[in-house]
């Protein structure tokens, strides 16, 4: 039926009020936005208010959002850091899966379910939500940590998985399943040959000429045509749209247009995703919930424990630490969207009843709802499960006293490394990379396999003698441990810590920090340093109003632990590497080389204040020389 502009108008008008009101209060309650989305969905849809009465109104247009978060995903990966995930992928995913359905089809056979709707039901409750876990750990900057890396691992694996369930469902039904398996895995290995093709040649090629023309309209379009284009692709070969989308990103994350393409298609991201939060929430029965809610609240809790505790356990067999592999479990808790696909498959194929069909519904959205809640509770419930381990591997000789400790041995570590090389003072690292660790103890670095949350660990390395703590971690919730664990065993330990986000700093200030360093505001300097360079401000100038930018800046904090004595505070430093750049005026600075040389020279220079007077207290820093290639295994904790 055709509906007039001023009825869809309307519509929209309604849809924007009540999810802006209940976006609002959320906020104020701390709940994350998704929360209000899906709410809105409930009143708007069909069972709840019926502003919306037929919810593929929208799914069209929610479905462009998850093809954009995808993408925009991708474009933060690349090939080869996927490729150091495949043990995750296919270990991790592939123990996941089994274990979930194995449990989910046990429970409802035993509840007198036929064989294949109890297979069924394996299969749709151990499937995630691609979109929402990914838009909450994005939202806390986690994307890069162990559990992000572990949750995004699992979620490749179900949405690739999602093609042979769609194929076996008519063959549990009885009936033909359409095009042959090996029709269909040719068609996936000839877009396999395609994309690989689009992205060594094609891609690079289109894109470097797009850009030559300086225009941000063509750029967008390109942009879009490789983003939509490839998912078209593989959803003609049986895979799903974000799926492809997700690879369209792989393609350009590896070219230097990554960032401007993130930044063409972020406003249209938000608007479209919030659609699908939308348009999930409005599948919501309200009615038969009030009818029913213990049945529904209970299978609801039932599916949570059932996914934490499934998921966790394929975690430890796939080699991920306790912590890591609760949190895990918490961030997948839930039901996913490729589930309604499966769902519907399975109701026109009369695997599911209507009344099934209803409940299975109102679980997968209270489940979704719950998500957010659920990830809190493993952040604060996945710490105790931090000593489950071997604690250590690897032995650091000779007796130590005021030395840098090094947690996570990625870019940064290692200028601090190279930093106390130059300086003559002694240190030792700590990472969770056993590719990395075994590399570094050949050259003889003085490095250990071990978690840093571990008290036992840190005591191995000293802690309660050294001078300086850095911790470069992409982990949040290991580094709030690291630095609390840290400054209880060592008071006078002047800590220094990176993040990502400048709210995170007066938590880790008063947690034990002495120094917090924001990349945020790091690439803001970095940023306000070449537009000064680039008017030719002459370098006295330059390094004052650094300095002063520095010293009144947020991420400059007060140290809430009073230093020892014997350490000097240092003025505001400038790196040398952005010194050098300021006095030959280029216009443009490399931020991570900046940020890392700044955190190496903080180390040097605390260290510097405790050295006898046959060490200069001002060393020269010189970039960290470039590491060994590490194994394809797994990324470095601080990578």
Known sequence: ???????????????????????????????????????????????????????????????L??????????????????????????????LQMAFGTIAFFSIAYVLKFP????????????????????????????????????????????DLAVVPLVLILPIMAGQSGGDPLYLV???????????????????????????????????MFAVALICLGTAFLTAEAGLSLALGAFMAGLIIAGSPYAYQAISSVMPMRDIFTSLFFVSIGMKMDIKFLFNNPLLVIGLSLIVMIINVST????????????????????????VGEFAFVLAKTGGDLKLLDEGAMIAFLNVAVLTMAMTPLALEVGRRLSPRFGAMEAPFVGNIEGPRENHAVVIGFGVAGQAVARACRLIGRQYAIIDMNPGSVQSYQAQGEPIIFGDAVNEVVLEHVGIHRAAILVVSIPDPVATRRIIAQSR??????????????LLT???LLRLGANEVLAEEFEAALAVFNSVLS?????????????????????????????????????????????EAKTKDATPIATEAQDRDQLLAKTATSHLAANLSPTFPASAAFEPAPESPAEPASLPSEAE
Request: some cysteine; aromatic content about 8%.
């Open 1 to 63: 039926m055709e509906i007039s502009p001023e009825i869809l108008i309307g519509k929209i008008i309604a849809l924007l009020g009540l999810a802006v009101g209940l976006i609002y209060f959320g906020l104020r309650l701390k709940m994350p936005a998704i929360v209000g989305f899906l709410v809105t969905g409930v009143l708007v849809g069909p069972h709840g208010l019926g502003l919306i009465s037929d919810p593929a109104q929208v799914e069209s247009l929610s479905e």
């Open 65 to 94: 959002g998850v093809v954009l978060l995808l993408f925009t995903i991708g474009l933060e990966f690349s090939i080869q850091s996927l490729l150091k995930m495949k043990r995750l992928v296919l270990l991790g995913g592939g």
């Open 115 to 158: 064989w294949n709707t109890s297979l069924l039901f394996g299969f749709l409750f151990s499937l995630s939500s691609t979109a929402i876990v990914l838009k909450l750990l994005q939202e806390k900057g986690e994307m890069d940590s162990a559990h992000g890396r572990g949750s995004f691992g699992v979620l490749i694996f179900q």
């Open 185 to 219: 895995f040719g068609k996936v290995a000839a877009i396999g040959v395609i994309v690989v093709g689009m992205a060594n040649w094609v891609v690079p090629w289109v894109m470097k000429k797009v850009a030559a023309t300086r225009s941000n309209e063509l750029f």
């Open 311 to 334: 998921t966790a356990l394929a975690m430890k067999a796939a080699g991920q630490r306790g912590r890591v592999a609760v949190m895990v479990g918490f961030a997948l808790c839930q």
């Open 488 to 501: 209880r065993l060592n008071p006078n330990l002047y800590i220094v810590a990176r993040t990502r986000f």
């Open 505 to 507: 700093g007066e938590l």
């Open 534 to 578: 680039f008017y030719k401000l002459d370098h006295e100038s330059i390094v004052k109003e650094l300095a002063v930018a520095r010293e009144k800046g947020p991420i400059r904090f007060h140290a809430t632990v009073t230093p020892r004595a014997d350490h000097v505070d240092p003025t505001p430093l400038v790196s040398p590497a952005t």
